[in-house]
T-cell receptor, first 116, second 112 residues
Framework: DTGVSQDPRHKITKRGQNVTFRCDPI?????LYWYRQTLGQGPEFLTY????????KSRLLSDRFSAERPKGSFSTLEIQRTEQGDSAMYLC??????????????FGSGTQLSVL | SQKIEQNSEALNIQEGKTATLTCNYT??????LQWYRQDPGRGPVFLLL?????KEKRKERLKVTFDTTLKQSLFHITASQPADSATYLC???????????FGTGTKLQVIP
């Protein structure tokens, strides 16, 4: 069990550029979440996958954001035409599909995005 | 509107004392509530989960209470240590698809 890994750890980009982040969840976990966190705030929910199906998407996620999870394994989060307001830590989490309906979330260390 | 509120100001406490953090929520009916710890530059780490039919849960020096009438959870760290210094987040189940929503977090500083 290597935990949830995210790549890259840091990304600096210019406004208007596209960026893509990758998340590799714990291998047996079928649930995957993306959150965004700014300084002094808690993580904000962005989207959620059960296997390869994207089941919920926050209204915070404009149409410049897209997430995929092909084959229910790793996931990517793409931001097109980045804006300075997109600067944040992007966190990925995964969990197992527990019989009780909930299992704890395991988070990666996040990707810190800076848009100049 | 839905809100999850935690003390926005940092909590400073002397080593050895009990730290108590508060989480209040509005317009949620969560089946469970969780607490996570977050260190700077890292993702949150799960600490405890308490269900709506449980009043109290303990794990080592940690204790969580859950009052669904008051819509409040209290998180206690007894015999606090400088290594307990971190931001503590409460989180609620908030949707049919296991959506988990986080509060803003409270930064705890334990002073030696």
């Amino acid at each position: 069990d290597t935990g949830v890994s995210q790549d890259p750890r840091h990304k600096i980009t210019k406004r208007g550029q596209n960026v893509t982040f990758r998340c590799d969840p714990i291998s047996e976990h079928n649930r995957l979440y993306w959150y965004r966190q700014t300084l002094g705030q808690g993580p904000e929910f962005l989207t959620y996958f059960q296997n390869e199906a994207q089941l919920e998407k926050s209204r915070l996620l404009s149409d410049r954001f897209s997430a995929e999870r092909p084959k229910g394994s790793f996931s990517t989060l793409e931001i097109q035409r980045t804006e300075q307001g997109d600067s944040a830590m992007y966190l990925c989490a995964s969990s197992a599909d527990g019989r009780t309906g909930f299992e704890k979330l395991f988070f990666g260390s996040g990707t810190q995005l800076s848009v100049l | 509107s839905q809100k999850i509120e935690q003390n926005s100001e940092a909590l400073n406490i002397q080593e050895g004392k009990t730290a108590t953090l508060t989480c209040n929520y509005t317009n949620y009916s969560p089946a469970y509530l969780q607490w996570y710890r977050q260190d700077p530059g890292r993702g949150p780490v799960f600490l405890l989960l308490i269900r709506e039919n449980e009043k109290e849960k303990r794990k080592e020096r940690l204790k969580v209470t859950f009052d669904t009438t008051l819509k409040q959870s209290l998180f206690h760290i007894t015999a606090s240590q400088p290594a307990d210094s971190a931001t503590y987040l409460c989180a609620l189940e908030s949707g049919g698809y296991q959506k988990v929503t986080f509060g803003t977090g409270t930064k705890l500083q334990v002073i030696p």
